[in-house]
């Protein structure tokens, strides 16, 4: 069975795919067809790469493509640019994930499936009422309002949360929160948290890429680590 990774052209999603590859595991990538695919990719037969545009595909499509999968991992994200922080999709992410979990249960899995979201540190789990200071509560309430990409974060982890929920039958999830992002060569020591340990608007940790990709290629490999997380938001830092 296959892994299917969504977001797989970009920083993080790269990373994740030569993780997996590493393992001999095969993956399946969905990406544009202008997309930075690495050349190495097109001559590996452990890679599966689908062209299209996600935010256009329907739930038919992806029943489709998803029918041979066991695992799946969401890196998108909104490209740093105006058009991708302020312009059209602006669910980019929450709609994916939808559409994935909508394809999972049309195909009725004998068995549940990984799912394993990446996220970011400034999305509280609102699961287990994290603390937050009233300051913090300010600018969330306005990066909630002003930078959309927040919010999508925020709706595509609830969604997991509230409607897949934590006793589905076909769908087991896992969302991973880095703190700023940094990129690193190799993988270092870092360290898994339940909620964050700082603060994540005035008092930043850091997180490779590498390391992000690191946690969830082994969260989708390793049973005993993938059952002390699934249904929870891991916040993963640099050691």
Not at 66 to 72: L, M, R, Y
Not at 80 to 87: A, H, Y
Request: overall charge neutral; glycine content about 4%.
């Amino acid at each position: 069975m296959k892994t299917l990774i969504v977001g797989a052209s970009g920083a993080t999603g790269q990373l994740l795919v030569a993780q997996l590859l590493a393992t001999g595991k095969e993956v399946k990538i969905i990406a544009r067809s202008t997309a930075n695919i690495p050349e190495s990719w097109l001559h590996n037969e452990h890679v599966n790469i689908i062209y299209s545009n996600i935010s256009e595909m329907k739930v038919d499509k992806m029943t489709e493509i998803i029918s041979d999968c066991n695992a799946f991992a969401c890196c998108l994200g909104h490209n740093l640019t105006f058009k991708g922080l302020f312009g059209k999709p602006r669910k980019l992410v929450t709609n994916a994930v939808q559409l994935i979990c909508e394809a999972i249960s049309k195909n009725a899995p004998t068995k549940p499936t990984k799912f394993v979201l990446m996220n970011t540190a400034g999305n509280r789990n609102r699961d287990i009422n994290e603390p937050v200071y009233v300051s913090e509560k300010t600018v969330l309430s306005l990066l909630r309002f002003f930078l959309p990409p927040h919010l999508d974060n925020e709706e595509a982890s609830d969604f997991l949360r509230l409607k897949v929920g934590k006793e589905n039958p076909k769908i087991e999830w896992a969302v991973v929160r880095p703190d700023t992002l940094i990129d690193e060569n190799q993988v270092t020591d870092y360290n898994i948290n339940t909620s964050p340990t700082r603060s994540a608007i005035f008092n930043p940790g850091e997180t490779s890429r590498i390391n992000v990709a690191h946690f969830m290629s082994q969260l989708i490999l390793e049973e005993d680590l993938w059952n002390e997380w699934k249904g929870q938001m891991p916040v993963i830092y640099n050691d």
